[in-house]
């Protein structure tokens, strides 16, 4: 499960990667294609992480990888997520939820980093 939603989040972080270079650059303002592009990069980096925890999982089953991975996968979804619905258009008050994702994100860090330190 964890390699399947890792795989499909890179595909989908390289169609939406695709949509922002080719479909929005010439609808959308400066300012909106730089939230998609930061949304974009926040989705391929957390997207590759989330694909190590998966290979993590696989290598050793003994790590729990459950509260991290969906931490990160959910504060993946409300970070860029906002950014890309205001680079849609939507209104800027999303902004507001974005550091809740961020913020979910950074925890999701953390724990993994929590679990690996006490697995030692």
Do not use: D
């Amino acid at each position: 499960m964890w390699l399947g939603t890792a795989a499909f989040n890179l595909a989908v972080a390289v169609m939406l990667g695709a949509f922002g270079a080719h479909g929005l650059k010439h609808m959308a303002s400066e300012q909106q294609l730089q939230w998609w592009h930061t949304a974009t990069q926040y989705f391929f980096w957390h997207a590759l992480g989330l694909l190590a925890l998966g290979v993590l999982a696989k290598a050793v089953p003994s790590f729990a990888v459950k509260i991290p991975f969906c931490l990160l996968q959910l504060g993946l979804i409300i970070f860029c997520g906002s950014l890309y619905l205001m680079a849609l258009g939507l209104p800027r008050w999303l902004g507001a939820i974005t550091p809740v994702g961020g913020l979910l994100m950074i925890i999701g860090w953390l724990i993994l980093a929590w679990l690996a330190f006490k697995q030692q």
